[in-house]
Nanobody, 131 residues
Framework: QVQLVESGGGLVQPGGTLRLSCATSGVTADYYAIGWFRQAPGKEREGVSSIRLTDSRPYYADSVKGRFTISRDGAKATMYLQMTSLKPEDTAVYYC????????????????????????WGQGTQVTVSS
């Protein structure tokens, strides 16, 4: 069983920088990917970025490519999302998630991040980008 806890959300101005953290307790070799989703009010939860655990290959949604950087500190069992050049449309609740589905490895190669492939979720942290 895994336990995921996000932190680091808050209010930031457009163009600003914010770093999210996710404590990833219990993520073992039985899991194939960890990542970040976000959800704005009234909208679907969408994949933002993920790391495939077998080879550390990252995935980024087109909307954040070049602005966000995902990383993982194995010693601290913590995943990070460094967000730069933030835009108002980045405003959402950000969730970290972990997948034990074998199929997530293929999805990673295909450049997709289906939320149904992720099994465990954190409680979410609010990110608000506004002047």
């Amino acid at each position: 069983q895994v336990q995921l806890v996000e932190s680091g959300g808050g209010l930031v101005q457009p163009g600003g920088t914010l770093r999210l953290s996710c404590a990833t307790s219990g993520v073992t070799a039985d899991y194939y990917a960890i990542g970040w989703f976000r959800q704005a009010p009234g909208k679907e939860r969408e994949g933002v970025s993920s790391i495939r655990l077998t080879d550390s290959r990252p995935y980024y949604a087109d909307s954040v490519k070049g602005r966000f950087t995902i990383s993982r500190d194995g010693a601290k069992a913590t995943m990070y999302l460094q967000m730069t050049s933030l835009k108002p449309e980045d405003t959402a609740v950000y969730y970290c998630a972990a997948s034990k589905n074998w199929a997530v490895q293929t999805a990673h190669d295909m450049g997709v991040m289906p939320r149904d492939l992720y099994d465990y979720w954190g409680q979410g942290t609010q990110v608000t980008v506004s002047s």
